[in-house]
């Protein structure tokens, strides 16, 4: 069974930084692009960021670009995120989820359990 | 990139079944990319119950079921149970913006 645990969270001034971190195992993390989603307390599901196996491509929401970079380690398994000039907006339950592609399309199968970042003063 | 249009809210008596409709634009829904459907019950994360418009994972049952017609993809819940109670996300790729989520869809079992 893919096992994904976000770690890294918990609560940040505005204006701050925060790095999440998600330990994979179970799967050959290196062949999989890897995503971050976000669900604010009480609101929908929202993607964050998605890299590619080799991190060769990466993309951002508009709402995070230039603000929060998405990286990896294939050696460690780990994917990260590191979040700079946080904002209230930006709290929220911070899930990892690995990138599946099937015939006509790609989706998020497994997700971690969720690592709560709260920005507040 | 906006958010997918979906239901507030849904609800239904055990046994019966219920449609989501999850509308979008050229762009994403409407274009190529299919839709991923996506169960989530509170304090819990996401389970994937329909990928690539029409599939199911191994261990979803065969009542959920999804479709597409034009700009609007759909999940159907037939045969209603109590833990079928929970809000659901439709999920559609949208170009270098990756994933789009829909607004959600509180299902409750009457």
């Known amino acids: 069974e893919v096992q994904l645990v976000e770690s890294g969270g918990g609560l940040v001034q505005p204006g701050g930084s925060l790095r999440l971190s998600c330990a994979a195992s179970?799967?050959?993390?290196?062949?999989?692009?890897m995503n971050w989603v976000r669900q604010a307390p009480g609101k929908g599901l929202e993607w964050v960021s998605y890299?590619?196996?080799?991190?060769?491509?990466?993309f951002y929401a508009d709402s995070v670009k230039g603000r929060f970079t998405i990286s990896r380690d294939n050696a460690k398994n780990s994917l990260h995120l590191q979040m700079n000039t946080l904002r209230a907006e930006d709290t929220a339950v911070y899930y990892c989820?690995?990138?599946?592609?099937?015939?006509?399309?790609?989706?998020?199968?497994?997700w971690g359990q969720g690592t709560l970042v709260t920005v507040s003063s | 990139q906006s958010a997918l249009t979906q239901p507030a809210s849904v609800s239904g008596s055990p046994g019966q079944s219920i449609t989501i409709s999850c509308t979008g634009t050229?762009?994403?829904?409407?274009?190529?990319?299919?839709v991923s459907w996506y169960q989530q019950h509170p304090g819990k994360a996401p389970k994937l119950m329909i990928y690539?418009?029409?599939k199911r994972p191994s261990g979803v049952s065969n009542r959920f079921s999804g479709s597409k017609s034009g700009y609007t993809a759909s999940l159907t819940i037939s045969g209603l149970q109590a833990d079928d109670e929970a809000d659901y996300y439709c999920?559609?790729?949208?170009?270098?913006?990756?994933?789009?989520f829909g607004t959600g869809t509180k299902v409750t079992v009457l």
């Open positions: 989820a690995r990138d599946d592609c099937g015939s006509s399309g790609c989706y998020v199968q497994h």
């Open positions: 179970r799967f050959t993390f290196s062949s999989y692009s």
């Open positions: 890299i590619s196996s080799s991190s060769s491509t990466i």
């Open positions: 050229s762009s994403d829904v409407g274009d190529y990319y299919p």
């Open positions: 690539e418009g029409i």
């Open positions: 999920c559609s790729y949208a170009g270098s913006s990756l994933y789009v």
